[in-house]
C-alpha cells in the first residue's frame, strides 16, 4: 500500500461550521491531490500542489482551500461547509512524471446536515 | 461536458469469461490513459495504464486496448474471477513525460462489475 493516511475517516458536521481534512504521505512524492466522490460524477479534482507551498485548482474548487507547508501534508478545508459538499473525499499522490500513476488513500466520508 | 464517459453502469459477467468494461473520450489532447479499481469503503486502486504511442498494454489478466482514432479504450480481464467484482474507472490526462505536468487526472462515472460464481 502506497503510505497515504486521511484524517478523519468519518465525520459528521452542520451546515456553516469550518471543516479540515488531512492527507499525510511517507513517499515523499511531489504532487498530491483532493478529489471528491459523488454518485454520477466519478471522481472530480478539487485541488491539487506541485510542491510545499504551490498549489492549484481543479475542476471543482470553489468553496474549498489546500494549503502544504510540509511535503508529507496537505490539507483542505471547507471554510463554511454546505449540505452540496457532503461527499467522500479522496487524497491522492504521484510522482513527478505524467507517465506515473496516482496512488489513493482509502477516503474521507464527510455528512453536512 | 464529459471528457471521459463510461457508458455502462453495470456488467455482469459468469466465473472464468471474458469481462470487458468500455471507456470513450472527447479530448484529442489526452494521452495517458488508466484503470483503477475501488472496492466499498476503500480508495481507488490502480491497474493498469496505456500510453497514447502505444495501442495495447498487457498485464496478467489484465489487457487495455486503445483506439486513438475511434477515442475508444477498453479493458480486458481475461478469465473473470469473483474477487474481480468492484466499480472499475477508466481516467485520463493531457501532459508529456518530463514536462513537469500537473498528471491532472479526469475520471469516468464507473462501471460496477459483477463476476458471478
Known amino acids: 500500500d502506497a503510505g497515504i493516511t486521511q484524517s478523519p475517516r468519518h465525520k459528521v458536521t452542520e451546515t456553516g461550521t469550518p471543516v479540515t481534512l488531512r492527507c499525510h504521505q511517507t513517499?515523499?512524492?511531489?504532487?498530491m491531490y483532493w478529489y471528491r466522490q459523488d454518485p454520477g460524477h466519478g471522481l472530480r479534482l478539487i485541488h491539487y500542489?506541485?510542491?510545499?507551498?504551490?498549489?492549484d485548482k481543479g475542476e471543482v474548487s470553489d468553496g474549498y482551500s489546500v494549503s502544504r507547508s510540509k511535503t508529507e501534508d496537505f490539507l483542505l478545508t471547507l471554510e463554511s461547509a454546505t449540505s452540496s459538499q457532503t461527499s467522500v473525499y479522496f487524497c491522492a499522490i504521484s510522482g513527478r512524471y505524467s507517465n506515473q500513476p496516482q496512488h489513493f488513500g482509502d477516503g474521507t466520508r464527510l455528512s453536512i446536515l | 461536458d464529459q471528457q471521459v464517459k463510461q457508458n455502462s453502469p453495470s456488467l455482469s459477467v459468469q466465473e472464468g469469461r471474458i469481462s470487458i468494461l468500455n471507456c470513450d473520450y472527447t479530448n484529442s489532447m489526452f494521452d495517458y490513459f488508466l484503470w483503477y479499481k475501488k472496492y466499498p469503503a476503500e480508495g481507488p486502486t490502480f491497474l493498469i495504464s496505456?500510453?497514447?504511442?502505444?495501442d495495447k498494454n498487457e498485464d496478467g489478466r489484465f489487457t487495455v486496448f486503445l483506439n486513438k482514432s475511434a477515442k475508444h479504450l477498453s479493458l480486458h480481464i481475461v478469465p473473470s474471477q469473483p474477487g474481480d467484482s468492484a466499480v472499475y474507472f477508466c481516467a485520463a490526462s493531457a501532459g508529456s513525460v518530463g514536462s513537469g505536468a500537473t498528471n491532472k487526472l479526469i475520471f469516468g462515472t464507473g462501471t460496477l462489475l459483477a463476476v458471478q460464481p
Open positions: 496505456i500510453s497514447s504511442i502505444k
Open positions: 513517499e515523499n512524492h511531489r504532487y
Open positions: 500542489s506541485y510542491g510545499v507551498k504551490d498549489t
